[in-house]
T-cell receptor, first 117, second 112 residues
Framework: NAGVMQNPRHLVRRRGQEARLRCSPM?????VYWYRQLPEEGLKFMVY????????ESGMPKERFSAEFPKEGPSILRIQQVVRGDSAAYFC???????????????FGQGTRLTVV | QQQVKQSPQSLIVQKGGISIINCAYE??????FPWYQQFPGKGPALLIA?????SEKKEGRFTISFNKSAKQFSLHIMDSQPGDSATYFC???????????FGAGTQVVVTP
């Protein structure tokens, strides 16, 4: 019973390159959330997706960032033309229902640590 | 703006002591308050959560106290152990949202 799988665990990109972060939710989970964690800070919500739908992207920068959760396959967080300020740990969480409903827990992956050089 | 404020930033406690972490929130629509534990290099893991209809919830050595009128909640770790050394995050959310607002975290170090 695998947990939330994120890959790669570590990603190094040069400024201007694209970063693609993948998240495979737990089996049976159709709700995915992406969070960003800067060093010494808490997690900041970026986007909430269900299969094939973006439910809430209020925490995602309007430019260069996009997310998808296709019918088949993992959820992808894509960062185009990365800059040094994008260096952070990106965590994905999944749940079978919206987080908070009926005491539903969202399970977090181990994160992808993006370093922009 | 920080919707959930957490203190202290760090905490050192002796083995067997009590660790207390406090959080305050502004948005009265929040009705779900979880605490997460995170070890270095790992993702956050849910420790314990509470809803505003109760003032206290206890699970093992971990207790959440909730004060709805003051819009504050706290985590108490009783009989702290070295294995409890981690970063603890409070968070808040609502049933109708699929997202959580996190506090900035408290690094807890339990000395032997």
């Amino acid at each position: 019973n695998a947990g939330v799988m994120q890959n790669p665990r570590h990603l190094v990109r040069r400024r201007g390159q694209e970063a693609r972060l993948r998240c495979s939710p737990m089996k049976g989970h159709s709700h995915v959330y992406w969070y960003r964690q800067l060093p010494e800070e808490g997690l900041k919500f970026m986007v909430y997706l269900q299969k094939e739908n973006i439910i809430d992207e209020s925490g995602m920068p309007k430019e260069r960032f996009s997310a998808e959760f296709p019918k088949e396959g993992p959820s992808i967080l894509r960062i185009q033309q990365v800059v040094r300020g994008d260096s952070a740990a990106y965590f994905c969480a999944s749940s079978p229902f919206p987080q908070g409903r009926l005491n539903t827990e969202a399970f977090f992956g181990q994160g992808t640590r993006l370093t922009v050089v | 703006q920080q919707q959930v404020k957490q203190s202290p930033q760090s905490l050192i406690v002796q083995k067997g002591g009590i660790s207390i972490i406090n959080c305050a929130y502004e948005n009265t629509a929040f009705d779900y308050f979880p605490w997460y534990q995170q070890f270095p290099g790992k993702g956050p893991a849910l420790l314990i959560a509470i809803r505003p209809d109760v003032s206290e919830k206890k699970e093992g050595r971990f207790t959440i106290s909730f004060n709805k009128s003051a819009k504050q909640f706290s985590l108490h770790i009783m009989d702290s152990q070295p294995g409890d050394s981690a970063t603890y995050f409070c968070a808040a959310g609502t049933d109708s949202w699929g997202k959580l607002q996190f506090g900035a975290g408290t690094q807890v170090v339990v000395t032997p």
